[in-house]
């Protein structure tokens, strides 16, 4: 083609640029949108094509809507939110100002509930560090330390079906004791996290009294996991949430007894840290709550024998062994005694102090079977407590009778 004969340059666009001239083969306009341009004419272009081009484009457009489909149209819309999520989270969030919880958006959630305290939720976790701390399903209640406490931090922050990428420091994992031979001490972590479900508060009150018994030995369990890790804190924390759900019923005597021991586990926990007060009060109400339970007259006595008070730790240790003589303390056997009759003159009192010596020395330790409990929240294979909690219909429940820490 000459592009210097008029008559070839008839039926093509011709675009000239600084240099050269560029010849473009005739083709179909696009269709106008009918809207003025900026000189305030309308455009002619659709006039420019045929009606067989213009049912063309209909057609096409009819046939890319049914190629496309619903599944399609959730798979755009995904990938638009993923998009929309890379594209904020570009930096990572300080949850709390410390640099010790960041939190990245990876997918947002839908809708516009995030959960809060009492709720149970279903999430799940892939350690993206080390891959030893991952779980496809973990289902807990929020507000009582069930997890690590990152994750319950960024978990409240959630919308269901969020994925979201956090980045933890130890204090807010699992801390200076880590997990057995699984998660080092002082060991921070990187996690991502999605919030499967939002679940229904737990309705305390009109709970039957073996589904209540199961839900406060799943706390108190929790509680003793604190306590074998020496985080007393937290220890008391957990009793502290799981002795106030309800006010006890008198008339249980399961129920009684079951909250007594929760106040008598407090009691250890400050008397751990020397708050002696605390020990006296929480000692009161577990005693207000059974009145004959031994582990708390002992822990009671502990209290008064810091503070000086010995008649009155006699008298706990006196109520104790008259109600079982075979029940004794592993902190306060030997020492506490010993320490009463240092401190006792009258030869009644070293008589008494004596006798009760050679109780508590050669009394033989009653023997304790434990069931496997959540000291950790998956090891391999196992589940976890709040994972056995949270079985289907059809499923058991393993209830787990804890009678000391």
Avoid at 104 to 132: A, F, N, Q, S, Y
Avoid at 154 to 165: A, I
Avoid at 300 to 314: C, I, K
């Amino acid at each position: 083609m000459n592009a210097s004969d008029p008559q070839c340059l008839q039926d093509v666009d011709v675009v000239e640029h600084d240099d050269l001239v560029e010849v473009l083969p005739p083709g179909p306009r696009a269709v106008s949108s009918g809207e003025q341009s900026l000189d305030g004419s309308i455009d002619e272009e659709r006039g420019a094509l045929s009606d067989s081009d213009v049912n063309h484009v209909a057609r096409t457009h009819t046939l890319a809507s049914q190629v496309k489909g619903p599944s399609s149209d959730a798979l755009e819309e995904s990938c638009r939110m993923e998009a929309a999520a890379r594209e904020r989270g570009s930096e990572w969030e300080d949850v709390l100002g410390s640099g010790k919880l960041m939190k990245r958006v990876v997918r947002d959630g839908k809708g516009g509930e995030r959960p809060t305290d009492g709720h149970w939720v279903t999430i799940k976790v892939v350690d993206t560090l080390r891959g030893v701390d991952s779980h496809d399903r973990l289902t807990f209640i929020l507000g009582f330390s069930m997890v690590i406490d990152a994750w319950e931090l960024v978990t409240k922050l959630m919308y269901v079906d969020e994925v979201s990428e956090i980045r933890v420091k130890s204090p807010l994992a699992y801390g200076e004791s880590g997990l057995d031979d699984i998660i080092p001490q002082n060991q921070d972590q990187e996690y991502r996290i999605e919030l499967l479900e939002i679940g229904e508060s737990p309705k305390y009150t009109t709970m039957g009294e073996e589904e209540l018994s199961d839900f406060v030995l799943m706390l108190k369990d929790r509680g003793n996991f604190y306590f074998n890790r020496k985080e007393y804190e937290k220890a008391i924390f957990v009793y502290k949430r799981a002795s106030g759900i309800i006010d006890v019923p008198k008339n249980s005597e399961a129920l009684c007894k079951l909250f007594s021991a929760l106040h008598s586990n407090l009691a250890v926990c400050y008397a751990k840290l020397e708050e002696w007060d605390e020990v006296l009060k929480c000692t009161d109400e577990s005693l207000r709550l059974h009145e004959a339970n031994t582990k708390a007259l002992f822990r009671r006595a502990a209290a008064l024998s810091a503070r000086n008070e010995t008649e009155e730790a006699m008298d706990c240790l006196k109520r104790a062994l008259e109600i079982d003589p075979h029940d004794t303390d592993d902190n306060l056997r030997p020492p506490l005694l010993f320490d009463f009759y240092r401190r006792s003159n009258a030869t009644q009192k070293a008589t008494d102090i004596n006798e009760m010596l050679r109780e508590a020395i050669t009394v033989e330790k009653t023997s304790q079977k434990w069931m496997p409990t959540s000291e950790r929240l998956i090891l391999g294979q196992r589940m976890s407590l709040f994972q056995k909690w949270s079985l289907k219909n059809g499923e058991t429940l393993t209830r787990q009778v804890l009678l000391q820490m």
